[in-house]
């Protein structure tokens, strides 16, 4: 899954190993983040922590699970 974030011309992908890789579309500059926010590594040192979590959190339980 890919989001773009809407303020700040991010690219939020989830990735394989659970990480989520964010490009800064402007600065062309990538960073990956674990699923709560902190950096872990690349050029990109901070990005939105809600979007990250969005995208790399926890899925959700479906309806009929609850």
Not at 49 to 62: A, E, F, H, S, T
């Given at each position: ?16 190993d659970?990480l989520v ?18 950096h872990v ?5 901070w990005?939105d922590?809600?979007?990250?979590d969005?995208?790399?959190g926890?899925?959700?339980p479906l309806?009929h699970e609850?």
């Amino acid at each position: 899954m890919q989001v773009r974030h809407p303020l700040y011309n991010q690219l939020f992908e989830q990735q394989p190993d659970g990480l989520v890789r964010v490009e800064d579309l402007d600065q062309r500059k990538v960073g990956y983040f674990d699923r709560h926010g902190r950096h872990v590594r690349g050029e990109l040192t901070w990005a939105d922590p809600q979007l990250i979590d969005w995208v790399g959190g926890r899925p959700l339980p479906l309806a009929h699970e609850s």
